[in-house]
């Protein structure tokens, strides 16, 4: 099914969906757009390239409570922070965000244990997925062609978005996107020359083209496992790192966390919060010993655990190619430059 | 109008007699990053990497951040801009390096912009001077910028009285995503753990909310009180735009104000903080 609504009106239809459930959506800031819960459906701006944050935080939030306790009370006094059950409308992501999302499902949605919070919060989002602006310019640090992504993939998405001049396209790609569809009163049938355009607009998304090499997972990890125990070449490519937390956090398939006690005089609560490989104390261990006190271990770690252990563990590559971490760095570190030079076979002992 | 070209050759060529003549292992300066608007901090070692050597108005970056890197002893030459000579001093005088290990190559510069925005940066962001207050061979000719007072930007907020800025900060401070990119960006940050990554005790939440937020930036301003060479890299460096500079400015105008004495200007010096003086301010104690 394909419905449009004009761009100008479209917080007639993002009312709707507050009226609905929760909407994240793009919200313009100082420094730039990012996702966040819409109070105001006027709020909602899709004049954006991509968000400085990644869509992550719509199921998997920098911090999530989980129990509420007080220490002088007994543990079965403690308080679960329940969820709420709200539907939500995940609005307005990019092609390679929607993938994100399937990459994160291995670890929280698959792999051996389930995590309720992310599943549940899979389970009730409708994701409308947002085609890039095919006559804007592509940013110079975006390579999701080099995964095999396209500007204009639906794929993942429950509903696919596309601009046509002043109008939003919107095609039902799931069952769950078309139900909702034929709901949402605020759209207006399309015309067979939409139709036409938004066919037009996935195949010339192809076209769109961000930096790319081609890239073979099982070369890469392989490639990433005979370099790891050369000291020399991952200090020369860590040299700028200030090993800050940036591209991790901004990152939207980095997933790491920590479960700590926050507590404030009697009042306390368990909760989950984003950590990051990058960080000294991430892998400090309770005897005091720590096995990552040099940068380089650490970087070496962000990098081949995105182009070889995620590969061994899970047959994919744990990357979209946004160019978040890349547009975030304070020191511009490029992890497109370094997968690069490592497709390049045996590509190292030229160093 | 400043000839960019004209300082990546000069840097080349010191960078290559230095390497050459063994005189210092390393060169710290800057290299291609992924697009012109992009350079990366870069560690020449060898001859051959000199030609990888960059210089354009983009180079922000301030290189004393990497001199606690290497073992004391180590014979560095490292590229400054002004506010960057002004942190190699402010380390010099906290011993942190010592003068002799160093070779200063100094870049009188202005017009530097923020890739970001755009905008020259000047006195916004970083402290208003144009020349290295300290340098073994200068790249450039003396250039004069428009002279500006680094205490001009704070005029908006020096307006607000106490409750506004409270406010003020709580706001900005919201925004804080606990990436630590400020604390790591700045080259007067080299505690070893950071009093936030410490687990015992704990210091603060970890979590990026209110009382966190405010513990980490607030410790933080003020472990930079009297510190601070206002290079301004806090501010850039940070993913979601906080305008840190701004207390900075302010606790190191107070600090001048109080012991007529800025930070990293002569190796002369000592810290104001350390150094203990019986004309000093009482304002301090109010």
């Known amino acids: ?351 | 109008m400043i000839r960019f070209k004209q300082i990546e050759e000069r840097l080349k060529k010191e960078a290559k007699i230095l390497l050459e003549s063994g005189e210092v292992t390393v060169v710290l300066a800057y290299g291609k990053g992924y697009d012109e608007k992009h350079p990366m901090p870069y560690a020449a070692k060898k001859i051959a990497d000199v030609e990888d050597l960059v210089f354009n108005e983009y180079c922000n970056h301030n290189m004393a951040r990497y001199l606690v890197r290497y073992p004391q002893g180590t014979k560095i030459a490292i590229a400054v801009k002004a506010a960057d000579s002004r942190a190699v001093v402010q380390l010099i005088q906290e011993e942190k390096v010592k003068r002799d290990d160093l070779v200063l190559l100094g870049i009188p510069i202005h017009g530097m912009k923020d890739p970001r925005t755009g905008e020259v940066i000047d006195g916004k962001t970083t402290c208003g001077m144009y020349t290295p207050v300290l340098y073994d061979v200068l790249l450039n000719d003396d250039v004069h910028g428009h002279k500006i007072s680094p205490y001009d930007v704070l005029a908006k907020y020096e307006a607000m009285d106490k409750d506004e800025r409270w406010e003020f900060w709580k706001k900005e401070l919201d925004k804080c995503i606990r990436c630590y990119a400020c604390r790591k960006a700045c080259p007067m940050c080299y505690c070893d753990p950071c009093f936030i990554d410490q687990s015992k005790p704990k210091w603060a939440d970890k979590a990026p909310q209110s009382p966190g937020n405010m513990m980490y930036h607030l410790t933080r301003f003020h472990h930079l009180a009297g510190r601070c060479v206002d290079c301004g890299e806090c501010s850039r460096a940070c993913p979601v735009n906080i305008p840190l500079y701004l207390f900075h400015k302010k606790v190191a105008k107070e600090c001048e104000e109080m012991f007529h004495q800025k930070a990293g200007m002569s190796i002369e010096d000592k810290p104001v903080l350390i150094d203990f003086r019986v004309e000093d301010s009482d304002k301090i104690l109010e």
Request: proline residues 4%; hydrophobic residues 35%; negative net charge.
């Open chain 1, 1 to 351: 099914m394909l419905k449009k609504i004009v761009i100008d009106e479209i917080s007639q239809l993002t009312a709707v969906l507050m009226e609905m459930g929760t909407l994240i959506a793009p919200v313009k800031e100082i420094s730039g757009h990012n996702f966040m819960e819409i109070a105001d459906p006027g709020q909602v701006d899709l004049d954006f390239y991509n968000t400085i944050m990644s869509p992550k935080s719509a199921f998997f939030p920098q911090k999530e409570d989980f129990v509420r306790y007080k220490t002088a009370e007994k543990l079965s006094a403690a308080e679960t922070v329940l969820l709420d059950t709200k539907p939500v409308f995940l609005f307005g992501v990019r092609p390679c965000d929607v993938k994100s999302f399937q990459i994160m499902d291995i670890h929280f949605n698959h792999a051996g244990i389930i995590d309720p919070y992310w599943h549940h919060r899979r389970e009730s989002t409708t994701i409308f997925g947002y085609a890039f602006d095919l006559d804007k310019p592509v940013d110079p640090a975006d390579f999701y062609n080099t995964l095999g992504i396209s500007a204009s993939d639906p794929e993942g998405s429950d509903i696919f978005m596309v601009k046509k001049e002043k109008e939003l396209l919107l095609k039902s790609i799931t069952h769950k996107g078309e139900k909702l569809l034929a709901q949402l009163s605020a759209l207006t049938s399309a015309t067979s020359g939409d139709e036409q355009y938004y066919e037009e607009y996935l195949q010339r998304g192809k076209d769109y083209k961000t930096r790319f090499t081609s890239v073979d997972p099982e070369a890469i990890a392989l490639e990433l496992e005979d370099v790891f125990e050369n000291t020399d070449f991952w200090k020369e490519i860590s040299s700028a790192c200030l090993s800050c937390g940036v591209c991790t956090f901004v990152c939207p398939t980095c997933y790491c966390f920590d479960i700590c006690d926050d507590t404030l005089f009697s009042k306390g609560t368990r909760r989950r919060v984003w950590d990051a490989c990058m960080f000294t104390d991430f892998t400090l261990e309770a005897s005091g010993h720590n096995p990552r006190t040099q940068v380089y271990q650490r970087l070496r770690q962000k990098f081949c655990h995105k182009y070889s252990f995620h590969i061994r563990k899970y047959g994919v590559i744990s990357c979209v190619g946004c160019g978040r971490c890349t547009r975030s760095c304070p020191v511009n570190i490029d992890i497109f430059a370094f997968v690069n030079i490592a497709t390049r076979a045996k590509w190292y002992q030229r160093l």
